[in-house]
């Protein structure tokens, strides 16, 4: 079992950055492929980015250039840093695992992984 803890949300302007982290417990966490997710009010939850073993990160297009998906498997933390934050960043952004290695269509799917935090909400005000 691990269990998934998210902090690092918060109210930011416009143009601001803001740094997610997800604290994993479990032994094996450099193992995991993790994931970044995000759910706005009336919306799906949607993809934000990955990172799987050997290094490999993948992104959404809308973060692209803005985002970046790191970890540090000693601590067993895994980082999203957002710059350039827009109104429509606005969501409850989701740490997620999963033990099985992904490729980037698996990797964009919240049936995906088996693991997932309880959220962190990031407001981005105009």
């Known amino acids: 079992q691990v269990q998934l803890v998210e902090s690092g949300g918060g109210l930011v302007q416009a143009g601001g950055s803001l740094r997610l982290s997800c604290a994993a417990s479990?032994?094996?966490?450099?193992?995991?492929?993790m994931g970044w997710f995000r759910q706005a009010p009336g919306k799906e939850r949607e993809f934000v980015a990955a990172?799987?073993?050997?290094?490999?990160?993948y992104y959404a297009d809308s973060g692209k250039g803005r985002f970046t998906i790191s970890r540090d498997n000693a601590k067993n933390t895994v980082y999203l840093q957002m710059k350039s934050l827009k109104p429509e960043d606005t969501a409850v952004y989701y740490c997620a695992a999963t033990p099985i290695p992904l490729d980037a269509v698996a990797a964009t799917n919240p049936d995906s992984y088996d693991y997932w935090g309880q959220g962190t909400q990031v407001t981005v005000s105009s």
């Open positions: 990172s799987w073993s050997g290094g490999i990160t």
């Open positions: 479990g032994r094996t966490f450099s193992r995991y492929a």
